[in-house]
């Protein structure tokens, strides 16, 4: 009867045997593999970067330097695997950490990490958080767990946002990443945290060997217990990723934004959860700005809105310089009796679209013929620019225009002003809208062809003109080019006269006898017009 029950207690002996056995090397491998520091004062940490302990305990990763970055390693190695080829024991981790920056942003956040080595100094600051760098983030020959609280967004690795915690395997492009904060025990909800909130926290980092899981948990240090709902979960067997010897530690890094790192306290254990950190003997976090920290709007955007302002008003003052030289003009005293007929410069400029050259009616011997309409009173006028260095004669010739252009006269361009610049005059007269009589005769005008009456017209017209200009006007003027480009046909196609008086400025100081005469390119000129010409110009 005794037989049949002999087999599972023999075996049942076998089994307490063997626990009995192996139990004592498991609970010593524990032992050697299980820490807890509540502050830091007396611990040998392997540090290097800019980390150090601080006088008070606390464990200071970065030191507010930018662009640089720290680690401190458990000195001890931790064998991860209890047989040569098996797979990684479970383990967890807590740690106690705060950020302190002097604005309401920070840069770049820290990491705990579990890497073959204690040797980190082939890796960068900034966004490589102290743990990779740009040859060899993601590469599977790293052999690198990390868990990291990041406080910048970085595209490249796909971070979520500013303010996040993530499960890094061999590089910062995070398996599964989430906002930091913490679920509700009571009703599950979620709550933000702000990493860089000056406030320390606590986080529990483990890895379960059966299902392959690395849970992370948040909370503030005021909350008593540890929330039951982890903020990342991530599948993800390690086996494949550490190697069997490996160091635990922390790295962390600073961009531009001077900003401090500090770990509080830190306990581990393999196969069991991490000793308890006892919270009221941790280091104070160092409170370097009471009065509250500085807005990142009133030192970073303020200096850059500034900076703006500053490029806005220099680029004013360019426009308003340039504007000064576009529009600019020569004006003497000896203007002043000409000025109802002086025009500025740049109602011209803005009239004739700026010179624009659909505007232009044609090219003469002195210049260009601009069209254009005047904005306040949209008159059509004509302005003709005249290169004129000199300034000698110009009070003369300004003088003599300006009273020809109080001739009212229908049969001629009537001038309605003037206006100097540099090495420049604009001569503004009323728009002719049939144009000059060389585009009918030599036919540019298209099909127009000047009936025999409209050409008696015409030359009626000139000869009114001329009749006006020579006897009837109280000074003699002389025309001295006339021609049929400067023969206009206003909108009744009369005849008009343009252009008196411009040879003038041109041939000043030329002998009189021959200037007086009819311009030199008019064969058909008088002889008789020479007799009747005074000084008058
Ligand atoms: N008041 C105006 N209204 C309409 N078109 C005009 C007016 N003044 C001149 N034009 C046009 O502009 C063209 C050029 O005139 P511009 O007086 O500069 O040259 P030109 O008469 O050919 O030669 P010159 O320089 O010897 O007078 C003229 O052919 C004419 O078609
Ligand atoms: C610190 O740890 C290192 C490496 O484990 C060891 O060599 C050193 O003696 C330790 N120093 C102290 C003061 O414990
Ligand atoms: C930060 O640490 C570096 C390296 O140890 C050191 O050179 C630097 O002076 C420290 N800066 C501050 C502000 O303590
Ligand atoms: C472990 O695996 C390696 C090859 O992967 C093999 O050579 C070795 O014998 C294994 N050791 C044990 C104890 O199974
Ligand atoms: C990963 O790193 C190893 C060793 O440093 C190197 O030989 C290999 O080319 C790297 N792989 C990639 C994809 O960069
Ligand atoms: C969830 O519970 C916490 C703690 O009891 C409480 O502070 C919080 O307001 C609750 N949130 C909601 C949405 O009920
Ligand atoms: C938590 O943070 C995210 C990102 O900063 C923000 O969009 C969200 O409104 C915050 N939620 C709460 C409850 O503060
Ligand atoms: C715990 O601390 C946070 C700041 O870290 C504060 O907002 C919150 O009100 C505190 N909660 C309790 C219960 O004291
Ligand atoms: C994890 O991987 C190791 C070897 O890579 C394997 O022995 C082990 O069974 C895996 N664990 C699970 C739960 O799949
Ligand atoms: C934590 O430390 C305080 C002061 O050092 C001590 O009084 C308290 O008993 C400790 N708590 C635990 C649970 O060890
Ligand atoms: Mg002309």
Known sequence: MARPNMKPIVLLFLKLL?????????????????FVYSGFASANLTLDG?????????????????????????????????????????????????????????SHGLTMLVAPSKDLSKAMPVQYLGLFNGLNNGNTTNHIFAVELDTWQNAEFGDIDYNHVGVDINGLSSE??????????????????????????????????????????MAPLNMTTKPKRPIVSARYNLSAVLKDVAYIGFSSSTGTIKTQHYVLGWSFAMNGPAPVINLSMLPKL????????????????????????????????????????????????????????RFSYKDLYHATGGFEDKNLLGVGGFGRVYKGVLQKSRLKIAVKRVSHDSKQGMKEFIAEIVSIGRLQNRNLVPLLGYCRRKGEL??????????????????????????????????KGIASGLLYLHEEWEKVVVHRDIKASNVLLDNEMNGRLGDFGLARLYDHGIDPDYTCGWHHRLPSSRAGTQRKCHSSY
């Open 286 to 341: 160092p409170r370097d700005h009471p009065k509250g920290r500085r807005s990142w709007v009133l030192d970073i955007v303020l200096p850059v809105g500034t900076a703006v302002v500053l490029l806005s008003l220099g680029a004013i003052a360019f426009l308003l310089v340039r504007r000064h030289f576009r529009y600019a003009e020569v004006r003497d005293n000896w203007e002043v009796e000409f000025g109802p007929h």
């Open 50 to 106: 800019t980390a150090s302990v601080t006088p008070s305990g606390l464990l200071e990763l970065t030191n507010g330097t930018v662009m640089s970055m720290g680690h401190a390693f458990h000195p001890a190695p931790l064998r991860l695997r209890d047989s040569p080829n098996g797979s990684i024991q479970s383990f967890s981790a807590s740690f106690v950490f705060g950020i302190i920056s002097i604005y309401d942003v920070s």
């Open 176 to 217: 599964k990443s989430h906002t930091a904060g913490f679920f509700h025990d009571q009703n599950g909800t979620f709550e933000n945290l702000t990493l860089g909130s000056q406030e320390a926290m606590q986080v529990w980092v483990d890895y379960d060997r059966e299902k392959t899981q690395i849970d992370v948990t």
């Open 18 to 34: 063997l626990i009995g056995l192996s139990a004592p090397q498991l609970i010593a491998g524990d032992e050697t593999q299980k």
């Open 426 to 459: 604009l001569l503004v007269y009323e728009y002719m809208p049939n144009g000059s009589l060389d585009k009918y005769l030599h036919g540019k005008e298209d099909n127009t062809i000047l009936s025999w009456a409209q050409r008696f017209q015409v030359i």
